[in-house]
């Protein structure tokens, strides 16, 4: 999944199918990159344009798909733990 936006976008008008088209089958995996898509296309438009106030409702469901719309391994079993779920309040381990 590249970040780059398809070049006929470029050419014309963003328009809330555009929007549709990007995120309908977002995955947990590539949610946050369609995110940043997103943003890209609805930078310049108004506070109060139709299509950016709906780019900034997916924004925030790729968002919380991208943070917890996923379950990590298998569901806990005797003597396993299951390990957890990503999220945006853990912060990342350092590797020394």
Known sequence: MAEAEQPERGDREVTV???????????????????NRIQKLIRGLGADDPVRLYGVQEIARLE????TGEVRGTPEQDGMRSLPSVSEHEQPR???
């Open 94 to 96: 350092r590797i020394a």
């Open 17 to 35: 199918d555009d929007i549709r088209q990007i995120s309908a089958s977002a995955t947990p995996h590539f949610a946050l990159q369609i995110r």
């Open 64 to 67: 919380s798909l991208g943070f």
